[in-house]
């Protein structure tokens, strides 16, 4: 990770397109403003995280259920068919 200290309306450019200002501060709070190309996907990490687990748990619930489901229902044997 690479730590920077900047002030206030100081810079700090990503690549070529993307440039992160300091705009304001204020006690412990921080407000940047990104400044990047419209296709460029912008998130608060925190909630990305969230939604990611959210989906991990999700997938887990939907493979038990397949998995309860395949052990209630057996599959036809060959001679069944």
Do not use: H, W, Y
Request: net charge positive.
């Amino acid at each position: 990770m690479l730590v920077l200290t900047r002030k206030l309306n100081q810079s700090v450019s990503i690549g070529e397109d993307v440039r992160v200002t300091v705009l304001a501060i204020d006690g412990d709070r921080v407000s940047v403003g990104v400044d990047a190309p419209r296709q460029v996907r912008i998130f608060r990490s925190e909630l990305l995280d969230g939604t990611k687990q959210t989906n991990r748990e999700s997938t887990d619930s939907a493979l038990l259920a397949i998995k309860e489901l395949r052990g209630s229902s057996p599959r036809p044997t060959d001679s069944e068919k």
